[in-house]
């Protein structure tokens, strides 16, 4: 049996980097506790997945992560974020190796998008289908000439799995193209609506719209509609998209916007049983805003045609409001006849608990819209049967979708039902929680203001710097967390992290809990 000393933590980078492997290669029960009675780790019950857990060889990035980074940013640079490079042949379930041969527990799972994992066998089994290799080779333009399947794999796959009362669902490429044609079906319904008031059928378009629309003008173009989007908020990069989107400057500086409004979004205080009175208090403060614009633009004759937001604020920083909150915003969009758009692009496909993130709210009545992606392995939307555009090609791409990732979402769904993932993720997201408390107590400067719905956890540091050093080190020591907002932590893990990863999840967090503590208070 050995253990990790406070000398260890004192070691350099490399002998910390040691003791890791060592723990990760060795064979051990897992009934245990990970801790000897001095508090220290205690090696020998270290969980590992039979020789398949956190294996460390290197930091991240390590020699030859950078040698591909110096050729890839000649190449220019993917986007210029890159922090690894993978071996995806090598990786597998919920451990990514990396190119240096680093085997990391995966807790962000490529931005919460894979839904089990790497090299899945469920997945690789339909990925030797001859129809998959056909679709694969060849392409379709699902708007124009999709396969004959295409009927059957969407009732095998979304519409089996869509939220109460939707019964229409469009593929796209990725969440922003989703959200972006929601927010043209959401104007071209709001147009219909007011041509309908004019006794005008929807399609009824004057020779002024006809030929203004051509050069941006009104009253072909409506610009004077908007949709309202929220403070933290994130729904993707592209031009109507990152309107709504609020989460970082980085994304928006020197980007023509729309001048659509804003509200605020609550900003609760942890723990929320201790600040019942004041978030309450936040929240309708934040909706009387939100009604004052409504009531503000339609005063001015420029009305709001929709409202988008996410069930939990991702990329800002996992925010949260209460179902009240939300039922509340989809009361309104039905006073003024917006359309209430629910972003489910990093929320959806079981990792809240539940298939939809929103379904916890109880709403009597489905949102208008259901923006999906990520797990749900392309982008899309469902809608309400009055969102039906009008026209063909009103909502259109080349290929509106990909045939290919139908077929693996289907396998994906019945993996979820066959292994019971739902519960799993449940049961994972509440063992999590109180792993976090626990550390709360222990390292507050750390871990404070924990939240969370399934799986989709965070919690706060007390400063960026706090946070990015924890984030570094857990890489460094072989758990991969996202970060967002401005200090926190989040845990996007796969849908089939289990159990006995949390635990191994466990052991690496206190103990580098302890380190970067300890390092802290010998400065
Ligand atoms: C809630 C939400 N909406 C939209 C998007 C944009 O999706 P994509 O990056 O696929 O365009 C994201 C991406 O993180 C997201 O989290």
Redesign the pocket.
Known sequence: MASLSPSCFRQSTSHFFRCIAVRATSQVSQGSMPFNHAGMINLAVTPVLNGKGIDMKTPVPGPETKKLMDKLNVQGGMGGAVTLFADYSASSGCYMVDADGNRILDMFSQ???LPLGYNHPALDEVAKSPLMRTLAHSRCALGLMPPKELPQLLEDTFLKIAPKGMTRVQTM???????ENVFKAAFFRFRAKQREQLGLGPTDFTSEELESCMNNQMPGCANDLSIMSFSG??????LG?LTC?HSKTVHKIDVPAFDWPTAPFPKLQYPLEDHLEQNAAEERSCLQVARQLFQGRQEEGRPIAGMII?PI???GGDLHASARFFESLQHMCKDFGAAFIV?????GVCSSGQMWSHEAWGLEESPDFV?F??KALL?GYYYKDEFQPPQGYRIFNTWMGDATKLLLFRAVLETVEKEGLQVVVREVGQKLTTILHEAASAHPEYVRNIRGQGTIIAFDCASPEHRDSLASLLRNTGVLVGTNGTQSIRFRPSLNFTLEHVTEFQVVFQDSLKQISFGASAK
């Open positions: 931005i919460a998008s490429l990725c969440g922003s193209s989703a959200n908020g994130f729904h993707g990069r592209t998209a989107t996410e604020l991702s990329e972003d489910e692009v990093q929320t923006c992606s990520k982008g």
